[in-house]
Structures are given as structure tokens and as C-alpha cells.
């Protein structure tokens, strides 16, 4: 799967993505995007899924027609994250076009 990471996302995190060909924003030369801009060139250029920690998108966008699957990720701090790949793996290898999943992330014990 093609996998666009957003603004926020970690890069390391594309470490864990093996299975897929993860590209940043940046890295695409999309990274003054705004949300709406961003899913429509995304969607446009064949990505198949955006994981993004912006949890205010599905009030900001209409998701109702997108392809494009969506990874809300509800931290953007990448020391838990790190713990917790796995669940980051299996949310990623679950999406279908046009999902909308928030995945929380367990805070350490």
C-alpha cells in the first residue's frame, strides 16, 4: 500500500511499515498543504492511505467521498509511539479504502 505520512507523523515509524512504501509530505514536496489541499493531491497521485495526528480533521473535512484511508494517530509523541508499533502495524494492515480509524496509544505503565 502507498502511504502518505503527514506533518505530524514520526518518520521513524516508516521503520515498522515495512509491508508498505510509506513517502512523508515533505519528502513529496507537500508540506505547505493544508488538510482539504493535502487528501485531494494525495488521493490524486494514487496514495492509498495518509496517517496523519491530526485529530481534528474529520471536523475540518468532508470524509464522506474520500478513497483515501485515514490513520488518525492520537499522540504525536514519538516515545510511546515507538512502544507500540504493532498496533500502529496491525490499524495499517486493516485499512480499506475510505476508512476513517483514530488509534490510541497506550500511555507507559
Known amino acids: 500500500m502507498r502511504i502518505l505520512f503527514d506533518q505530524g507523523t514520526p518518520v521513524p515509524l516508516r521503520r515498522a511499515l515495512t509491508r508498505h ?3 512523508t509530505a515533505y519528502e513529496q514536496g507537500w ?3 493544508q488538510n482539504g489541499e493535502l487528501l485531494c493531491t494525495a488521493e490524486a497521485d494514487g496514495f492509498e492511505a495518509i496517517v496523519t495526528t491530526d485529530q481534528n480533521l474529520r471536523y475540518q473535512q468532508n ?3 474520500r ?3 485515514i490513520l488518525v ?3 504525536t509523541d514519538w516515545r510511546l509511539i515507538r512502544l507500540h508499533t504493532d498496533y500502529v502495524v496491525i490499524a495499517v494492515d486493516g485499512l480499506a479504502s475510505g476508512d476513517y480509524v483514530e488509534l490510541p496509544i497506550p500511555p507507559v505503565a
Open 63 to 65: 470524509l464522506a467521498e
Open 67 to 69: 478513497r483515501l484511508a
Open 31 to 33: 508540506g505547505a498543504l
Open 21 to 23: 512504501h510509506v513517502v
Open 73 to 75: 494517530l492520537l499522540t
